[in-house]
């Protein structure tokens, strides 16, 4: 896959993550969608070396869609962790 691939990717699994998440998040839609990006390559790179499942160059691969999303919940768990209050 591409680095454009990537991206759109990691803007789908941040609107994914974002639905599982519902909530108000200090960054808005803007910054959701950035800890998508984020997320999507975290993920894959933690499932490469970590999980020893190489991230396949097929976009419709459920593994590389599980890894995008599950990045990006953690990014955006983490992001809520950490700044979610900041902001009243």
Known sequence: MSIIGWIILGLL????AKF???????GGFLGTTLI???GAFTGGW???R??????SR???DGATW???IGGSLVLLIAYRLLF???RR
């Open 13 to 16: 699994a941040g609107a994914i």
């Open 58 to 60: 097929d976009f419709y």
């Open 66 to 68: 599980a890894a995008a």
């Open 20 to 26: 599982l998440l519902p909530g108000r998040d200090p």
């Open 36 to 38: 998508g990006v984020a």
């Open 46 to 48: 933690i499932s490469a």
């Open 50 to 55: 970590w999980l020893d499942h190489p991230i």
């Open 84 to 86: 979610g209050h900041s």
